[in-house]
């Protein structure tokens, strides 16, 4: 039973920092490419960050450039998205999810097919 559970989720002031994290269990996480996403309340969800297997290669969002940083820690099934510099259009539900497909685009939500649960991030004053 593949499960992921997202944490570390919060409230906080613009510019501030915030690291979640998503622990995996139920499949071999080292063969699979990892991705977050996120959605703001009345809007669709959308693409964040990802991350290949093995680590090594990375994509990221436009808006996540230069602020957000998603990684990995193959030993202990562990997924990561540190965020600097939030802002409150960050705020938004941020999801863990795998990626069970391969499609043309990193960035399509299809091409994953197990997500977590969610973790409210807030960036406000």
């Known amino acids: 039973q593949v499960r992921l559970v997202e944490s570390g989720g919060g409230s906080v002031q613009p510019g501030g920092s915030l690291r979640l994290s998503c622990a995996t269990s139920g499949f071999a996480f080292y063969n699979y490419a990892m991705g977050w996403f996120r959605q703001p309340q009345g809007k669709e969800r959308e693409f964040v960050a990802h991350i290949r297997g093995d680590g090594r290669t990375k994509n990221y969002a436009d808006v996540a450039k230069g602020r957000f940083t998603i990684s990995r820690d193959n030993r202990r099934n562990m997924l990561y998205l540190e965020m600097n510099d939030l802002k409150p259009e960050d705020t938004a539900i941020y999801y863990c999810?795998?990626?069970?497909?391969?499609?043309?685009?990193?960035?399509?939500?299809?091409?994953?097919?197990?997500w977590g649960q969610g973790t409210q991030v807030t960036v406000s004053s």
């Open positions: 999810a795998r990626k069970t497909r391969e499609f043309y685009e990193v960035g399509r939500i299809d091409e994953y097919g197990d």
